[in-house]
Nanobody, 118 residues
């Protein structure tokens, strides 16, 4: 069982930066693929990016070059650094975890809200 808790959301102006954190419980954090997702008002949840246990990264085209995922296995924490933020990045951001062999993410945080003003 893995418990996830996001933090770092808030209000930022367009063009600004924000860093989200996701703290995970459990002793095997390093084995998990960590993902970030977001859900904008009135829209379905969408994939933002992921970081595999071996360091491979994937990003949605909409955030590629602006967002970066990193992890600190010693702190059981994954980060989402968001730069050059746009109003369309406004959403609730969720982190999620799964073993690399699994197709679906098994564990989800409660989300943290990010609002980008124009």
């Amino acid at each position: 069982q893995v418990q996830l808790e996001e933090s770092g959301g808030g209000l930022v102006q367009a063009g600004g930066s924000l860093s989200l954190s996701c703290a995970a419980s459990g002793r095997t954090f390093s084995r998990y693929t960590m993902g970030w997702f977001r859900q904008a008002p009135g829209k379905e949840r969408e994939f933002v990016g992921s970081l595999w246990s071996d360091g491979v990264q994937f990003y949605a085209d909409s955030v590629k070059g602006r967002f970066t995922i990193s992890r600190d296995n010693a702190k059981n924490t994954v980060y989402l650094q968001m730069n050059s933020l746009k109003p369309e990045d406004t959403a609730v951001y969720y982190c999620a975890a799964k073993l690399q062999s699994r197709n679906a993410y098994e564990y989800w945080g409660q989300g943290t809200r990010v609002t980008v003003s124009s």
